[in-house]
């Protein structure tokens, strides 16, 4: 019988748009028999077991071999801990010791000592703890399919886009479910800051996460998911599929891909103005090279990724090592390095922190930086070092007050003082520069800008603050509108302030790829936009149909509404009038 239509909710880990056909396959721990054993067939379990884990290391060195020529170093580093779990020779020889003396089945052994060993770090909430246990349950589980000789063919492809479905899945299984042609992900578990997403988005595979309602998903089911609203379309119809289709041309690889065609970088208005169409880079990847080849600069790199790979913050020579690629990779454009912007609710496991009720009013952006002083003095010594191979900016985050930003600058001329007096290299004129995220800061900016090189208007967070609307809480999306007139005359106030003193001032956040509201944003005088590369190519063909002075008499109108849906209805209006 076939199945109805159903649309299911979830949470998108890894954006874009995929449509194709289910392939359900489980990851969870196979139920194994206990078997008792007489002496003479030990030895035989010993040496399945010592097969099983030869054939788990090598396929996991392929993989991390794989990943290498995929994605960037820091990420294969998730690889390098897998490997470490599989080879452990001390909990080896535990296991056989066990076998040995319960004189039963390895496979039943090991799964159950693995069981055993993780169960402290399910239960903590230590977030890199659990990431551990994930990361061991996933070798153990290829271990285990070896010794029981079910392990699946890696080299056997799926049917033509075929979208995976689990209650989970390990950044190994991403890797080589991709490998085998997997275009997509639907699973039980796992958080945007978890390893498997982060390799999923490094790669640009979409995620959604289904908690529940992943298991009403049939294998061979037809299916839409729309990893950047979370969506899953079960049995959609022709129509869906071809809207769908439609939507996924304006994002991910495709439309990535496009950005080799523009001739003209950085586009120019009709009136001859450039205007900087920058990148927002979360993970290194695919794109990057991409980005490099067009000269496209990269407007914010967000650092995250890093402590969240690790679990912890890294130590100056591995940040130093990233920092330097990106440098090189990027070295006919800047690339603006965001310090550490980690909320008080997604702090590396490494940091003791009290539980906060409201964490996004809470301990985050520039403030744990401000607290943990050699922490960020080891982000900025490594930035600084490697800034004498390429033209990177440091960009502070979510900056509220005055005393933040000289504290933040302080410590920062400490670290360049140090860096002199060892005869360490660094570009002296690296600029500075901090994120408008909070009111305080967009209505005290003419405060700031002496302080400052540049300026970036975060408009996500501006919009959260501003109306006091969390962007993840569905209970109040009617309110979370960067359109909003309240918002827009937040930025246009510190768009005109950065006029004044002669501060650049760019813009990022989703407001910045919104192709209707570009033209308002020209005609504030933002002549510079960091978003999302799968957007770029469409800005830049835009750009050349806009003249600033006629896109500057929609302004007033605009400031003067008194509603988003206002704003939106002049800003279609005025995209007609321009035959955009």
Known sequence: MTQRRKVLTGRSVASGIVIGTTRTVTSGAPA??????????????????????RHTVAELRSLRDAAGKKIAGPLTKIFDAQLLIAGDVEFLNQVKERILADRKNASFVYQRMVTEAIAPLKDTSDTYLAQMANDIEAVARKVLSHLDGVA?????????????????????????????????????????????ALIA???????????????????????????????????PTDQECAEYNRKKKKLGPAMVGRIRKLSTVPPLTRDDHPID?????????????????????????????????????????????IYNEIAETFAGASVTLRTF????????????????????????????MLDLREVFKT???????????????????????????????RMISQVMLGLRRQHEEYRKEIEIGIMIEVPSAALQVEHLLPHCDFVAIGTNDLTQYTMSADRNNALVA??????????????????????????????????AGDHAALPLFIGMGIDKFSMNPARIFDACRLVGKINREVAASLVPGVLASDSASDVQKRLAEFRKTLSL
């Open 201 to 235: 988005r490094s790669l640009m595979l979409p995620v959604v996460v289904l908690p529940e309602a992943f298991v009403e998903i049939a294998d061979r089911t037809r299916v839409v998911v729309d990893g950047t609203s979370g969506e899953v379309i079960l049995n």
């Open 478 to 511: 009617d309110l979370y509108q960067y359109l909003h007139p309240a918002v827009l005359q937040l930025v246009k106030r510190v768009a005109t302030a950065c006029q004044r003193a002669g501060v650049p001032c760019h813009l990022c956040g989703e407001a």
């Open 341 to 368: 912007d980690l909320g008080g609710d997604k702090l590396p496991g490494d940091t003791l922190v009290m539980p906060e009720e409201n964490p996004a009013l809470g301990w985050r952006g520039i403030r744990p």
């Open 277 to 321: 169409i920058m990148a927002n880079l979360e993970l290194p990847g695919p794109v990057d090279a991409i980005l490099s080849e067009k000269r496209i600069p990269v407007g914010l790199y967000r650092t995250e990724f890093l402590c969240l790979e690790q679990g912890g913050f890294p130590d100056e020579e591995a940040q130093y090592r």
């Open 32 to 53: 194994i028999a206990e078997l008792s054993l007489p002496t003479g067939k030990l030895q035989a379990e010993l040496t399945a077991l010592d097969e099983a884990v």
């Open 152 to 196: 699946e063919d890696a080299t056997v492809s799926f049917a033509a886009n075929t979208i995976v479905v689990s209650d989970r899945f390990s950044p190994n299984e991403i890797l080589s479910l991709r490998s085998r042609r997997a275009i997509g992900f639907i699973a039980g578990d796992g958080g945007r800051n978890s390893h498997m």
């Open 379 to 409: 982000q900025i010594r490594a930035m600084l070092r490697a800034s004498a191979h390429g033209r990177l900016r440091i960009l502070l985050p979510m900056i509220a007050d005055k005393s933040e930003l000289e504290r933040a600058r």
